[in-house]
């Protein structure tokens, strides 16, 4: 990337640094145990290292360089000129400021960020510093994960984005989760221009074959031309409930990007090139070191929440991610003269209550939408006293909460396991410091929920169990980026089980103990979990050919308001039910070999 970019004189940016040599030295040290070691180590061989004064004097990605930037004189007289992009992803509907995550000295540490109306106002404030030369661009996942999302099967969330003024947007994965034609004509409701080069038409009509949307998108900003094309998770089939993406045919990036890259290169003469992608940061990274990208300055990714506060460089391209709820915002800001590029500067910036004030039209406007379910959302089913997070790979407080409620309801059946998917989704619920509780009300359920599926049983041996497990594993902690799927590991009640994350497929877990017992690859389990629609009716969270597959008739909704009201206030925890030989309980990240951490 460095090679790409000339600089200006008195840049600050550290991009001639070389940070191959620490990088590789580190994904070499066999002895770290955790993701916590790998950084410490990381930070130990960065302060031994020979660091160029540019990179030493500089922090990549802070107020100080930008301000530096606008001040620079070939930027004061006209010479240059400066855009910028303000990037948002994976809003997932969240309307409301709320509790968000941060993982600060080894301990969780939760602050109030986010909500439409103060999005709105901190996109307003950055744009207004350069109001000609500044797009905001959003990254998927937005009207899906609340209450007034799922009631209004989107369309509810249409007319905030509208009113914020975004200028491209991109399907996400959970886009699709009310069918095609509704994902349609949601998107087809937004005002802003919509891209993505890998969704196409898979019917009989007029459309078959061709892309859903256009493939990229061209803007000319600050003196030159600026190209961007979208790609989605081509794994959304699998990762979602089948029955979502009927009707579109997905294909892989590799597919047709060379292609668009030469187009918007050559024949639209851009200057800088741009992917819009909603893939996880795993595959992100791992597309940024392929050829077939080659020419790409950025890729400007989401799906999976990362907090991306320095961009990761790959051979080809650099990789961003801008967080998920509205709780953050990417800004790259970009030096241009002469129709060349000279400097960027990248930070990713907390959407903060107290500093930006709720913008008064939004504020209004959400509660307008909200108001014909506000007597429903706003009731509380429940209380908790322990927080409800679900921003950890290997188990969470609040998916416990959900599979315990799923094995009270059904303790009578006989049930032995209950699953529940590695969801990634839904902003954490904080107790109150004064009344030691938090409430939990319709709206939070829609969040941990949002698609009310149909409770469904089945009967699988050990050794099927066992089969699937590894498959689950191999799908959060693959070697090769392509095959992970974007969720976290699978959650589940009556099973205890160990593994080794770095182990080959198949060989990963250790053992496995169902209700205290070392799992029997020849006995029968009774298994519970939600229905994926448009599943084989014989498969179970994924899991292929189970033996008697039943629906009894309830809904995950009905059964946790039926659980909380029985005992409230609740108190999961994280307890182990799964392990690591080689990863932390708080593990947060799926990336590893990169100078990179989530906090």
Same mark, same amino acid.
């Given at each position: 990337m460095s090679d790409k970019i000339e600089h200006l004189q008195d840049c600050t940016c550290g991009c001639h640094s070389d940070e191959k040599e620490i990088t590789d030295s580190i994904a070499e040290d066999s002895n770290i145990k955790s993701r916590r070691d790998f950084f410490r180590n990381a930070t130990a061989l960065t302060a031994g290292a020979i660091i160029p004064p540019a990179l030493a004097n500089a922090t990549p990605g802070d107020t100080y360089r930008e301000n530096e930037m606008q001040k620079n004189k070939a930027v004061q007289n006209g010479k240059a000129q400066f855009f910028s992009l303000l990037h948002t992803s994976d809003i997932h509907a969240q309307l409301y400021t709320h509790d968000e995550f941060f993982f600060e000295n080894g301990k969780p540490v939760y602050k109030k960020r986010g909500g439409f109306a103060v999005l709105k106002t901190m996109l307003k404030t950055l744009k207004a510093k350069n109001p000609a030369n500044t797009l905001i661009i959003d990254g998927g996942d937005c009207f899906q994960g609340g209450g007034v999302a799922?009631?209004?099967?989107? #369309?509810? %969330?249409?007319?905030? %984005? $509208?009113? %914020?003024? *975004? =200028?491209l947007i991109l399907p996400g994965n959970w886009e699709v989760v009310y069918g095609k034609e509704v994902m349609w004509h949601d998107l087809g409701g937004y005002n802003s221009a919509k891209i993505c080069a890998n969704m196409f038409h898979d019917t009989t009509d007029e459309y078959k074959g061709e892309l859903i949307f256009p493939p990229y998108w061209t803007k000319m900003i600050a003196g030159v031309k600026i190209g961007f094309i979208g790609y989605n998770d081509p794994l959304t089939p699998k990762r979602q409930s089948p029955a979502y993406s009927v009707g579109i045919h997905f294909t892989k990036p590799e597919v047709n990007v060379t292609k668009y890259v030469k187009l918007l290169k050559e024949y639209e003469q851009c200057a800088m090139i741009f992917l819009v992608t909603h893939m996880g940061l795993a595959q992100q990274v791992d597309l940024a070191n392929k050829i077939e990208v080659a020419g790409v300055d950025y890729i400007l990714g989401a799906d999976t929440h990362e907090r991306i506060r320095k961009p990761i460089a790959g051979k080809y391209a650099k990789v961003t991610e801008p967080g998920a709820f509205g709780s953050f915002v990417a800004k790259l800001d970009v030096v241009v003269e002469n129709g060349?590029?000279?400097?960027? $500067?990248?930070?990713?910036?907390?959407?903060?209550? +107290? #500093? *930006?004030?709720? =913008?008064? +039209?939004?504020?209004?406007?959400?509660?307008?939408?909200? +108001?014909?379910? #506000?007597? +429903?959302? $706003?009731?509380? %089913?429940?209380?908790?006293?322990? $927080?409800?997070?679900?921003?950890y790979v290997i188990e969470n407080p609040m998916d416990n909460m959900l599979t315990d409620a799923l094995m009270w309801k059904f303790k009578d059946h006989g049930v032995d396991i209950v699953l529940s998917n590695g969801f990634r989704f839904c902003p954490p619920l904080v107790t109150n410091k004064v009344t030691g509780t938090a409430d939990i009300t319709n709206d939070f359920l829609w969040s941990m929920f949002p698609v009310n599926s149909e409770v469904k049983m089945g009967v699988a041996s050990g050794q099927q169990i066992w089969n699937w497990l590894e498959k689950e594993l191999h799908n959060v902690f693959s070697k090769e980026p392509a095959d992970r799927f974007g969720g976290w590991v699978v959650r589940f009640k009556g099973m205890e089980i160990n593994f080794t994350t770095k182990n080959e497929m198949g060989k990963r877990l250790n053992w496995i103990k169902v209700n205290g017992d070392p799992i029997n690859p020849e006995k029968n389990y009774s298994i519970l979990a939600c229905e994926r629609e448009g599943d084989p009716f014989d498969m179970l969270c994924r899991m292929e050919n189970v033996t008697k597959p039943d629906k009894p008739g309830f809904n995950m909704h009905d059964v946790v308001r039926e659980y909380l009201a029985v005992h409230s206030p609740v108190a999961p925890a994280v307890e182990g039910r799964a392990t690591a030989t080689d990863a932390p309980a708080t593990l947060l990240s799926q990336l590893e070999g990169y100078d990179y951490e989530f906090i």
């Amino acid at each position: 990337m460095s090679d790409k970019i000339e600089h200006l004189q008195d840049c600050t940016c550290g991009c001639h640094s070389d940070e191959k040599e620490i990088t590789d030295s580190i994904a070499e040290d066999s002895n770290i145990k955790s993701r916590r070691d790998f950084f410490r180590n990381a930070t130990a061989l960065t302060a031994g290292a020979i660091i160029p004064p540019a990179l030493a004097n500089a922090t990549p990605g802070d107020t100080y360089r930008e301000n530096e930037m606008q001040k620079n004189k070939a930027v004061q007289n006209g010479k240059a000129q400066f855009f910028s992009l303000l990037h948002t992803s994976d809003i997932h509907a969240q309307l409301y400021t709320h509790d968000e995550f941060f993982f600060e000295n080894g301990k969780p540490v939760y602050k109030k960020r986010g909500g439409f109306a103060v999005l709105k106002t901190m996109l307003k404030t950055l744009k207004a510093k350069n109001p000609a030369n500044t797009l905001i661009i959003d990254g998927g996942d937005c009207f899906q994960g609340g209450g007034v999302a799922a009631l209004t099967e989107g #369309k509810g %969330i249409v007319p905030l %984005i $509208n009113n %914020i003024g *975004y =200028d491209l947007i991109l399907p996400g994965n959970w886009e699709v989760v009310y069918g095609k034609e509704v994902m349609w004509h949601d998107l087809g409701g937004y005002n802003s221009a919509k891209i993505c080069a890998n969704m196409f038409h898979d019917t009989t009509d007029e459309y078959k074959g061709e892309l859903i949307f256009p493939p990229y998108w061209t803007k000319m900003i600050a003196g030159v031309k600026i190209g961007f094309i979208g790609y989605n998770d081509p794994l959304t089939p699998k990762r979602q409930s089948p029955a979502y993406s009927v009707g579109i045919h997905f294909t892989k990036p590799e597919v047709n990007v060379t292609k668009y890259v030469k187009l918007l290169k050559e024949y639209e003469q851009c200057a800088m090139i741009f992917l819009v992608t909603h893939m996880g940061l795993a595959q992100q990274v791992d597309l940024a070191n392929k050829i077939e990208v080659a020419g790409v300055d950025y890729i400007l990714g989401a799906d999976t929440h990362e907090r991306i506060r320095k961009p990761i460089a790959g051979k080809y391209a650099k990789v961003t991610e801008p967080g998920a709820f509205g709780s953050f915002v990417a800004k790259l800001d970009v030096v241009v003269e002469n129709g060349k590029v000279k400097d960027s $500067n990248y930070q990713l910036l907390d959407v903060d209550p +107290e #500093k *930006y004030k709720p =913008d008064a +039209e939004m504020a209004a406007l959400v509660e307008k939408i909200r +108001e014909p379910y #506000k007597k +429903e959302l $706003n009731k509380v %089913i429940g209380k908790t006293k322990t $927080n409800l997070v679900r921003y950890y790979v290997i188990e969470n407080p609040m998916d416990n909460m959900l599979t315990d409620a799923l094995m009270w309801k059904f303790k009578d059946h006989g049930v032995d396991i209950v699953l529940s998917n590695g969801f990634r989704f839904c902003p954490p619920l904080v107790t109150n410091k004064v009344t030691g509780t938090a409430d939990i009300t319709n709206d939070f359920l829609w969040s941990m929920f949002p698609v009310n599926s149909e409770v469904k049983m089945g009967v699988a041996s050990g050794q099927q169990i066992w089969n699937w497990l590894e498959k689950e594993l191999h799908n959060v902690f693959s070697k090769e980026p392509a095959d992970r799927f974007g969720g976290w590991v699978v959650r589940f009640k009556g099973m205890e089980i160990n593994f080794t994350t770095k182990n080959e497929m198949g060989k990963r877990l250790n053992w496995i103990k169902v209700n205290g017992d070392p799992i029997n690859p020849e006995k029968n389990y009774s298994i519970l979990a939600c229905e994926r629609e448009g599943d084989p009716f014989d498969m179970l969270c994924r899991m292929e050919n189970v033996t008697k597959p039943d629906k009894p008739g309830f809904n995950m909704h009905d059964v946790v308001r039926e659980y909380l009201a029985v005992h409230s206030p609740v108190a999961p925890a994280v307890e182990g039910r799964a392990t690591a030989t080689d990863a932390p309980a708080t593990l947060l990240s799926q990336l590893e070999g990169y100078d990179y951490e989530f906090i």
